[in-house]
C-alpha cells in the first residue's frame, strides 16, 4: 500500500498545489509584475480549472487505451511544463497559457490513481487508499507556503523550483508505481454501443455536490490570500502562515475514509460542508483568530469534502472507479472554473467580503442535495 500511497500523495502534492493552486498564494506578488486587475486575474485560474475539466472529460478513455500508469507520468510532465512555463510568462496571455498546460496535471492524476488503487490494493484498503492519496494536496500547500516565504517577491524562482520538484516526483512514480492497472481489459469499461454506461439517475446528486462546492470554494482558493494582504494588509509572513496551516489542517481530512464508515456518507457530506461554508464566511471577520480558523477549517474540510466525493463516485461506478472520480471531479472543477472566472468580476464591482458571502451563500444549495443515507445504499 505505502509503495502507491506515498508517491501517489507526492504527484498529487505537485499537480493540485504546486501547478494549480500555488497561483492564489503567489497572485499578488503575479499581479504587481504584470500589473493584473482583480477581473484580469481570475483568468488564468479560470483556464486552470477549464484544463481541468478537458484532461478529466478524456480521462477514463485515455487510461483504459494507454493505462494508468503513463497517465500518472503524463500528469508529471504537464505539471513539470506548466509550472516552467508560468516562471517565465511575461504578460497575461503567456500566463494564461501557462496556467492551462499546468491544469492539465491535475484533471489526470486523481482517476488514474483510483485505478491503480483498484487494480493494486485489496478491497477494504481502497476507500483509504484514495482519501490518502487526495491528502495530496496539504502537503503541497505545507511545502509551497515556506518556498514562497524563502523566495519573497521571486515569485519565478519559485515556480522554476516547483518544476523541479515536479520532475523528480514524476521520476519518482516511475519507478515506483506497478504496471499492472491493465488488468481491466478495455471490455470491462462499461461502455454500450449508444455511449457511456453511467448511471445518471444515481450520479446526478454527485455532480450537482460537487457542482455547487466547486463554486464555494473557488474564491478562496483564488483570492484568499489576496483578501489578506489587499484588505487587512497583514505581512507577508501572517499569509504565508495562513497558507501553511491551510495545508497542515489539510492532512486531517484525510480520515475522511474512516470517518464515512462510522458515520455515513450524507452525514459525512453535510457535516463536513458546512464547515467548509463556515470558513469562506470567517475570513470576512477582520480578527486574526477568525482568519486563522478560516485557514485551519478550510483546510480540514476542502480536503475532506473531496475524499466524500471520491468515495462516493467508487461506490457508484463499482466497474470503473476511475470513470466515476473523473466525472466528480469534472463537476467539481466546472464549478470552479465558473467560479475563479466570475469571483474576480464580483470582487471588483462589490468587495472581497460581499463575493466570500455570496459564494459561501451559493454553497447552502449543497445542503439539499439528496445523498445516500450510509456508505453501503449507494445504489
Same mark, same amino acid.
Given at each position: 500500500?505505502?509503495?502507491?500511497?506515498?508517491?501517489?500523495?507526492?504527484?498529487?502534492?505537485?499537480?493540485?498545489?504546486?501547478?494549480?493552486?500555488?497561483?492564489?498564494?503567489?497572485?499578488?506578488?503575479?499581479?504587481?509584475?504584470?500589473?493584473?486587475?482583480?477581473?484580469?486575474?481570475?483568468?488564468?485560474?479560470?483556464?486552470?480549472?477549464?484544463?481541468?475539466?478537458?484532461?478529466?472529460?478524456?480521462?477514463?478513455?485515455?487510461?483504459?487505451?494507454?493505462?494508468?500508469?503513463?497517465?500518472?507520468?503524463?500528469?508529471?510532465?504537464?505539471?513539470?511544463?506548466?509550472?516552467?512555463?508560468?516562471?517565465?510568462?511575461?504578460?497575461?496571455?503567456?500566463?494564461?497559457?501557462?496556467?492551462?498546460?499546468?491544469?492539465?496535471?491535475?484533471?489526470?492524476?486523481?482517476?488514474?490513481?483510483?485505478?491503480?488503487?483498484?487494480?493494486?490494493?485489496?478491497?477494504?484498503?481502497?476507500?483509504?487508499?484514495?482519501?490518502?492519496?487526495?491528502?495530496?494536496?496539504?502537503?503541497?500547500?505545507?511545502?509551497?507556503?515556506?518556498?514562497?516565504?524563502?523566495?519573497?517577491?521571486?515569485?519565478?524562482?519559485?515556480?522554476?523550483?516547483?518544476?523541479?520538484?515536479?520532475?523528480?516526483?514524476?521520476?519518482?512514480?516511475?519507478?515506483?508505481?506497478?504496471?499492472?492497472?491493465?488488468?481491466?481489459?478495455?471490455?470491462?469499461?462499461?461502455?454500450?454501443?449508444?455511449?457511456?454506461?453511467?448511471?445518471?439517475?444515481?450520479?446526478?446528486?454527485?455532480?450537482?455536490?460537487?457542482?455547487?462546492?466547486?463554486?464555494?470554494?473557488?474564491?478562496?482558493?483564488?483570492?484568499?490570500?489576496?483578501?489578506?494582504?489587499?484588505?487587512?494588509?497583514?505581512?507577508?509572513?501572517?499569509?504565508?502562515?495562513?497558507?501553511?496551516?491551510?495545508?497542515?489542517?489539510?492532512?486531517?481530512?484525510? $480520515?475522511? *475514509?474512516? !470517518? &464515512?464508515?462510522?458515520?455515513?456518507?450524507?452525514?459525512?457530506?453535510?457535516?463536513? =460542508?458546512? +464547515?467548509? /461554508?463556515?470558513?469562506?464566511?470567517?475570513?470576512?471577520?477582520?480578527?486574526?483568530?477568525?482568519?486563522?480558523?478560516?485557514?485551519?477549517?478550510?483546510?480540514?474540510?476542502?480536503?475532506? $469534502?473531496? *475524499?466524500? !466525493? &471520491?468515495?462516493?463516485?467508487?461506490?457508484?461506478?463499482?466497474?470503473?472507479?476511475? =470513470?466515476? +472520480?473523473? /466525472?466528480?471531479?469534472?463537476?467539481?472543477?466546472?464549478?470552479?472554473?465558473?467560479?475563479?472566472?466570475?469571483?474576480?468580476?464580483?470582487?471588483?464591482?462589490?468587495?472581497?467580503?460581499?463575493?466570500?458571502?455570496? !459564494?459561501?451563500?451559493?454553497?447552502?444549495?449543497?445542503?439539499?442535495?439528496?445523498?445516500?443515507?450510509?456508505?453501503?445504499?449507494?445504489?
Amino acid at each position: 500500500m505505502k509503495k502507491i500511497v506515498f508517491p501517489g500523495i507526492a504527484m498529487i502534492s505537485v499537480t493540485y498545489a504546486f501547478a494549480r493552486f500555488s497561483y492564489g498564494l503567489f497572485l499578488p506578488d503575479i499581479s504587481n509584475s504584470l500589473n493584473l486587475s482583480e477581473m484580469q486575474a481570475g483568468v488564468p485560474s479560470s483556464l486552470a480549472y477549464i484544463a481541468y475539466c478537458l484532461t478529466l472529460v478524456f480521462s477514463s478513455l485515455l487510461i483504459n487505451r494507454a493505462g494508468a500508469y503513463n497517465v500518472i507520468q503524463i500528469s508529471g510532465f504537464s505539471a513539470v511544463v506548466g509550472t516552467l512555463c508560468i516562471a517565465l510568462s511575461q504578460n497575461l496571455y503567456l500566463l494564461s497559457i501557462s496556467t492551462f498546460i499546468a491544469g492539465i496535471g491535475s484533471g489526470l492524476s486523481s482517476p488514474a490513481f483510483s485505478k491503480i488503487a483498484a487494480v493494486n490494493l485489496k478491497p477494504e484498503e481502497q476507500d483509504k487508499g484514495n482519501t490518502w492519496i487526495n491528502t495530496g494536496t496539504s502537503f503541497g500547500l505545507i511545502i509551497s507556503g515556506p518556498l514562497a516565504l524563502f523566495f519573497n517577491t521571486y515569485w519565478r524562482l519559485a515556480y522554476i523550483f516547483f518544476a523541479a520538484i515536479s520532475f523528480i516526483v514524476m521520476m519518482w512514480n516511475r519507478h515506483s508505481i506497478p504496471k499492472t492497472d491493465h488488468q481491466f481489459k478495455q471490455s470491462d469499461l462499461p461502455i454500450r454501443k449508444n455511449g457511456w454506461n453511467i448511471p445518471w439517475k444515481r450520479s446526478i446528486n454527485l455532480f450537482t455536490a460537487a457542482f455547487i462546492t466547486g463554486i464555494s470554494s473557488s474564491i478562496y482558493w483564488t483570492f484568499s490570500r489576496s483578501f489578506l494582504t489587499t484588505e487587512y494588509d497583514i505581512s507577508t509572513m501572517e499569509s504565508m502562515f495562513f497558507w501553511i496551516l491551510m495545508g497542515i489542517a489539510g492532512i486531517l481530512g484525510g $480520515v475522511a *475514509g474512516n !470517518f &464515512i464508515k462510522q458515520f455515513g456518507l450524507a452525514t459525512s457530506y453535510r457535516g463536513v =460542508l458546512l +464547515v467548509l /461554508l463556515t470558513s469562506i464566511c470567517l475570513i470576512t471577520i477582520p480578527s486574526t483568530i477568525s482568519i486563522y480558523c478560516s485557514a485551519l477549517l478550510f483546510g480540514i474540510s476542502y480536503i475532506f $469534502v473531496t *475524499g466524500v !466525493f &471520491i468515495v462516493w463516485a467508487v461506490k457508484l461506478f463499482v466497474e470503473a472507479p476511475f =470513470l466515476g +472520480v473523473s /466525472l466528480g471531479f469534472l463537476f467539481l472543477g466546472i464549478g470552479q472554473s465558473f467560479g475563479s472566472l466570475t469571483a474576480g468580476s464580483i470582487i471588483e464591482l462589490t468587495s472581497y467580503a460581499f463575493g466570500f458571502l455570496l !459564494f459561501a451563500g451559493i454553497g447552502l444549495c449543497g445542503l439539499f442535495v439528496r445523498t445516500p443515507t450510509d456508505t453501503s445504499s449507494d445504489s
